[in-house]
């Protein structure tokens, strides 16, 4: 059984950051593209990053381009999201989600495995 862990959400201010953890168990990641999601209360989740199975290629959406990177160890099975200049509007909880056969980062029903979430919330 596939199982995907996150950790590192907390409640920070208005610019500051935190990484957040992804760690996999019951399957190598290796061979699997990787996201991160969010979903803010009362909101639908969206995606915010992604990365190919050997981290040459990501990608984000322009409401956190530039601020936001993902990124991974495959060594150690796990998957990161590195949050700075962090805003109010990204008070969310943030998921991450193992790709098999991803024909678009935002496709969510095309991940096979999601985590269960760590909350992260930005006080203005």
């Known amino acids: 059984q596939v199982q995907l862990v996150e950790s590192g959400g907390g409640l920070v201010q208005a610019g500051d950051s935190l990484r957040l953890s992804c760690a996999a168990s019951?399957?190598?990641?290796?061979?699997?593209?990787m996201a991160w999601f969010r979903q803010a209360l009362g909101k639908e989740r969206e995606w915010v990053a992604g990365i190919s199975w050997n981290g040459i290629n990501t990608d984000y959406p322009d409401s956190v381009k530039g601020r936001f990177t993902i990124s991974r160890d495959n060594a150690k099975n796990t998957v990161y999201l590195q949050m700075n200049s962090l805003k109010p509007d990204d008070t969310a909880v943030y998921y991450c989600a193992l790709g098999n056969g991803l024909k678009g980062w935002d496709h969510q029903w095309e991940y096979e495995f999601w985590g269960q979430g760590t909350q992260v919330t930005v006080s203005s």
């Open positions: 019951g399957r190598d990641l290796t061979p699997y593209a």
